[in-house]
């Protein structure tokens, strides 16, 4: 993002699991990279697991994680990559008042399509112009008892920065005391090109339960 206004979370108890998981890259038609490494980590704060690549440069934030990776997924290339340029897979971790319906439904009068809308450009984008932002595929599912917005969002060129147009894939995954925001995004000419890293890392994210809470499903 050429500019970060939207608000940072601290994160907390972050490590890596013992679990290494692979990861296909694929690079073009016809050839996929070497699968790359990535590290599964936890916060026991906000109560979720992810799994980042190892060839990328990870940043911590106050609420955030971000691992911002050459298109190679090279570790030393990415250790100099470009948040605007480069690929970047984010998690932001919010504390959700308890007060008030905690339902799904509630969620959803709450943290409802078009708030989840409306914050897109500024968040992914870095955008105060709404209109330079395409929002696209919007889509609402419940997973695990928690509900969940994606959609599939295009930054217009900043041309006095150089930065190019990107293509951002953002997931938001709210429980009844935490919403995580979830973003991966890269330039429109890589976005097919890092699809596999991409899905995986959106596969990968968990949110936990608190302590003596009933496991969903169980």
């Avoid at 070497?34 to 990328?56: H, I, M």
């Avoid at 696209?136 to 994606?150: A, I, M, P």
């Avoid at 150089?162 to 995580?180: C, K, L, N, S, W």
Wanted: glycine share 8%.
């Amino acid at each position: 993002m050429h500019r970060r206004t939207a608000p940072r979370w601290r994160i907390a108890g972050v490590g890596i699991a013992a679990g290494v998981i692979p990861l296909l890259l694929a690079a073009g038609p016809g050839f996929a990279q070497q699968a790359p490494e990535t590290a599964t980590f936890e916060s026991s704060q906000y109560r979720y697991t992810v799994a980042l690549p190892t060839g990328c440069r990870r940043e911590e934030g106050p609420g955030t994680v971000d691992a911002i990776c050459s298109a190679d997924l090279d570790s030393e290339r990415s250790a100099g990559a470009s948040n605007d340029k480069g690929l970047v897979l984010s998690v932001a971790a919010e504390t959700l008042a308890s007060e008030g319906d905690t339902s799904v439904d509630g969620l959803r009068q709450r943290h409802g399509e078009t708030a989840f809308r409306e914050e897109l450009p500024e968040a992914v984008c870095g955008e105060s112009d709404k209109a330079r932002v395409k929002v696209e595929g919007f889509k609402e599912t419940v997973e695990e008892g928690h509900l969940v917005y994606s959609a599939n969002v295009v930054c217009a060129p900043v041309k006095f920065l150089q930065i190019g147009e990107r293509r951002a894939t953002v997931r938001h995954v709210m429980a009844p005391d935490m919403r995580y925001r979830l973003v991966a995004r890269a330039p429109t000419e890589d976005f097919q090109k890092q699809r596999a890293a991409i899905d995986a890392f959106l596969a990968s994210f968990r949110a936990l339960p608190a302590a003596g809470a009933p496991i969903a499903g169980k």
